[in-house]
């Protein structure tokens, strides 16, 4: 066999280990989708029992959760934020039980250590011990967080960003699934404290339940009138579940454009007058996090310019401080968001990975 040939053998066995290389990934990331994709419909269907006619807003509440970001429920009472937190919580199963969950009622009179914990002197034994705070869990609901004094409600901060704690001069880490979902009432404001802009900024996804449609509501109502016997509530995904939607949705596809489309949002909020302040580089990241696990959720293996269409005002509107008589900050960020992609000139079909 001459050199020439052997080379042309060699040149075709690449080519074959480069397509079958190409084949697996293509698999893979197809896999993967449709993991993460049963994944959210189990939750969502689970949630769906308990929260009627809220499909979208369930859909993103998982989304935040699989993404491993914070969520605010900003809503009016009594259309269910408590009730869907809690819920959530039992549908996880870790270690054979439901995800550890716990709950803050924030309340004026709350101390630091309240949330974070304490340390403790245990005269029998003559030392110091470490009682854990609510903030050891899988899930939180910091319920009201807003009736708590902004000292209080900066206990969580470290807790969010790095998950762990500093307490008694040790730092301790969290639950590597920590997650935390906080409530707040945007009407009422007498013996509240507005969230400050750190705060606000550890949040992921700022969202809205609303009240139910007619026929939702009749149908709670029914359900209230004509009781069944209760279906208890179990889990229905395991935290290995969670783990892998999360380690998949770094392989999703995010078109160079989309990146630059994400950077150039953020700028405009920094430079448009309307803005007292604008979205930090972190709201940039966590709406690319959050792009990339929607895309899985919907089934797909790439980001599409409609996701951040969907997206940014829910994940950058609550970050953003607006001047006085300058509108809505979600319409703001619409416009911003629909201004730059019409510039980038973005099409569909250009994001998926097999044509970019």
């Known amino acids: 066999m001459n050199s020439c040939a052997a080379k042309q053998i060699v040149d075709e066995v690449a080519v074959i280990v480069k397509a079958g290389n190409l084949l697996h990934s293509v698999m893979y990331a197809i896999i993967s989708a449709m993991n993460t994709e049963k994944t959210a419909e189990q939750l969502l269907s689970a949630l769906e029992k308990a929260i009627k006619g809220k499909k979208d807003v ?39 039980q439901p ?110 339940i609303g009240y139910p449609d007619e026929d939702a509501e009749i149908e709670l109502l029914h359900e209230q009138t004509h009781p069944a016997a209760a279906e208890p509530v179990t889990p229905v995904v395991s935290i290995r579940d969670i783990a892998a939607s999360r380690e998949e949705q770094r392989q999703v596809f995010v078109h160079p454009v989309l990146e630059q489309v994400i950077a150039r949002i953020g700028k405009e909020t920094r430079a448009h007058p309307a803005f007292r302040l604008g979205t930090s580089p972190r709201a940039g990241l966590h709406l690319l996090h959050i792009a990339r696990t929607f895309a899985l959720v919907n089934g797909r293996n790439w980001v599409e310019d409609d996701d951040i269409r969907t997206l940014a005002p829910l994940v950058l509107s609550h970050r953003c401080l607006i001047k006085t008589g300058a509108g809505a900050a979600s319409e703001l960020i619409n416009g911003i968001t629909e201004t730059v992609i019409r510039i980038a000139d973005k099409r569909t079909d250009w994001m998926r990975p097999a044509e970019a």
């Open 99 to 208: 995800a550890r969950f716990k709950r803050i009622q924030c309340t004026p009179d709350l101390l630091p250590y309240d949330i974070t914990g304490v340390e403790v002197f245990n005269a029998g034994r003559n030392t110091f011990e470490f009682m854990e705070g609510p903030v050891f869990a899988d899930i939180l609901l910091a319920d009201e967080l807003n009736r708590t004094p902004p000292k209080v409600q900066s206990a969580l901060l470290e807790a969010m960003a790095e998950r762990q704690v500093t307490a008694g001069m040790v730092t301790r880490p969290l639950s590597p699934y920590f997650f935390t979902a906080a409530t707040q009432n945007p009407v009422e404001s007498l013996g509240t404290y507005p969230l400050p802009a750190a705060q606000l900024d550890r949040f992921s996804i700022c969202l809205s």
């Open 58 to 96: 369930l859909r993103l509440f998982i989304t935040a959760y699989l993404t491993g970001g914070h969520v605010l429920l900003e809503d009016v009472p009594g259309v269910g934020k408590t009730t869907l937190v809690k819920t959530f919580a039992a549908l996880i199963e870790k270690d054979g």
